[in-house]
């Protein structure tokens, strides 16, 4: 099973960005791969996912138009670029991969998700 590995996260004040990585242990070409946070208020939800081909992305709500989900596949990494933050983006974010053979999928449900990394805090405070 893949291991993933989170970094990059912080402690910022609002308005600031961060770039959170995941890294792989694998080749991530054949998975689909999806940023999920935690917090208190809302428990486990969805942020960003990348397809296969990274034709195609999608995001949560609240983050759409702050947040941007690449993929570098050479690499084997999964970027999540993270702007203009706000408290309330304060919460463990996590990566997570599916192996897909459709390229153009993404995935918004975390249980569709084969393989978790263990997280990196991001904590937005003035």
């Known amino acids: 099973q893949v291991q993933l590995a989170e970094s990059g996260g912080g402690l910022v004040q609002p308005g600031a960005s961060l770039r959170l990585s995941c890294a792989a242990s694998e080749r991530t070409f054949k998975y689909v791969a999806g940023w999920f946070r935690q917090t208190p208020r809302k428990g486990r939800e969805f942020v960003a996912a990348?397809?296969?081909?990274?034709?195609?992305?999608g995001y949560g709500n609240s983050v759409k138009g702050r947040f941007t989900i690449s993929r570098d596949d050479a690499k084997n990494t999964v970027l999540l670029q993270v702007d203009s933050l706000k408290p309330e983006d304060t919460g463990l974010y996590y990566c997570a991969v599916k192996t897909t053979y459709l390229s153009d999928w993404i995935y918004r449900d975390p249980n569709e998700y084969d393989s978790w990394g263990q997280g990196t805090q991001v904590t937005v405070s003035s």
């Open positions: 990348i397809s296969r081909s990274g034709e195609n992305t």
